[in-house]
């Protein structure tokens, strides 16, 4: 038998929904009909397409094990028809232990089944919980063609103590091409080191790689796509377009060179534009799995809600947006105009309702208690409180989901009420910092993404954007009378959260030592809020969420002290050798 000449694989980078398996079978079904009429002799779906990325403790109960398995076994019955052979991803339970698998499915039959080996216990990733670690295992044969199918981790790490050579592997039992399905959320340069960690995939063992990629968003996580594909030579075979759906055949050719591929090369968003994107992607798949009708947000007339209502705007269409101002005697008459700009230049729904009897009143049945007392931060958090119960009512009562606008240097910080300014059920902004929400309004009112629904042009009036912020909660308030200049907080902020540098180290890198100390006491006790906050989208390698699970009650703080190195003298001698050979 030769060699077949040419191999034409679809990739379907497409956006499943966590547990809607019936709707991820159809999705299947709908692409591989698209994928045959290219002419294509297999469809290539991302990392556990069937019961969705990631599945979290639900891959555990039996019922969805079962249900899932069901599904794969369903398509496999499809494929008798002759059309393009699968390769789609699926729990998988064997020998009493659960993988995560990709399933081929040609000829009406589940032709192999390639579990896992590498899995991922870091950042977002918890697989080690969930799925048992599947053996090494050679290409599988689809069409005439020897077929490696490492799945996303496989392809990311070297041989170590903890980590099998999957694609080493795979490279030396025979495989001609490797095709890589991935669950890889979005993070900021997270495009760029994904093609990295290929190409030196690629260079070490000779072969062609395929990328798929999942999209959508799924809780905290928004999925990128940006699928790809590499040539052995290391160039970029294909590119598929970041945010978006997308199906794209390739069209391989076995040449004196080994396979060769000549595809579409999508442009990729990158920066401020990849991360505003990134959040109407999280907000619109929120909402729309979730099934809510709409959302409801508080209009301040500051930036970070008018960010929030673009954002809402682009990810929903206006129909689904509805805009509440909500004023007290402290809110600025320029704040009630530049609301009423935004709302006409965004055209959502818009209204007003006034708090004044709300407050006043709660302050009328708590005089009696506080009598005494002096006023302070409670009589300012009555505020938000009033706003925060006015908006759930509205949202009871209509169905519209309440998005809560608060930026990652607020949560940091605790410069937020809860059950007030808090109150919501998804953040867009949750992981992007104040510097970078004017960033983001600034360039919205220059550019739109392709497929946001919103209007073009200036959206978010730029007194909103160059207004000094506050909140309005007493007379001439500005947040610099609480918190350092934003440009000061957000770097001290990234080096503590994102980088989890010693104060020590970050007074090295020039910022005052009290100010240091201060927001890390700041971020250390407002823990306890982040823990109660709404979801949100994460931008960052590190967001407040599943990358970074402190304790609530911790005593522990870093003295700003330059750190010492440990003292071997105190260890046995069996603890130095091992200390020394792990240090080597």
Known sequence: ????????????????????????????????????????????????FISGYPPEDLVLKPAFQAACRAAVEELARDTADGGPAMLIGSPWVDGGKLYNACALLDGGAIAAIRFKVNLPNYGVFDEKRVFCRGPVAGPVTIRGVRVGVPICEDTWMEESADYENVVECLAETGAEILIVPNGSPYARDKADLRLSVQVARVTESDLPLIYVNQVGGQDELVFDGASFALNADRTLAAQLPAFEESLATLRWVNGDAGWRCDGPIAPVLDGDQADYAACVLGLRDYVNKNGFPGVLLGISGGIDSALCAAIAVDALGVERVRGVMLPFRFTAQVSLDDAAKLAGALGFNYE???????????????????????????????????????????????????????????????????????????????????????????????????????????????NIITRPPTAELRENQTDQDSLPPYEILDGILARLVEQEQPLADIVAAGYERDTVVRIDRLLNIAEYKRRQAAPGVKVTRKNFGRDRRYPITNRFRDSGAPLREPDATLLSRSQRTTSEAFEG
Do not use: H
């Open 1 to 48: 038998m030769t060699d077949p000449a040419e191999f034409t694989v679809t990739l379907a980078q497409l956006n499943p929904t966590v547990g809607d398996i019936a709707g991820n079978v159809a999705r299947a079904r709908t692409a591989r009909a698209s994928a045959a009429a290219d002419g294509a002799q297999l469809i290539v779906f991302p990392e556990l």
């Open 352 to 462: 007003v309702l006034p708090i004044a009897q709300a407050v006043n009143g709660f302050e009328e049945i708590l005089a009696g208690t506080f009598k005494g007392l002096p006023r302070d931060i409670t009589e300012e958090n009555l505020q938000a409180r009033t706003r925060g119960t006015l908006l759930m009512a509205i949202s009871n009562k209509t169905g519209a989901m309440v998005v809560t606008t608060g930026n990652k240097s607020e949560m940091s910080v605790g410069y937020a009420t809860l059950y007030g300014d808090m109150n919501g059920g998804f953040n867009p902004i949750k992981d992007i910092y104040k510097t970078e929400v004017f960033r983001l309004s600034s360039l919205r009112n220059a550019w739109k993404p392709d497929g946001a629904l919103g209007p073009s042009g200036e959206v978010i009036p730029v």
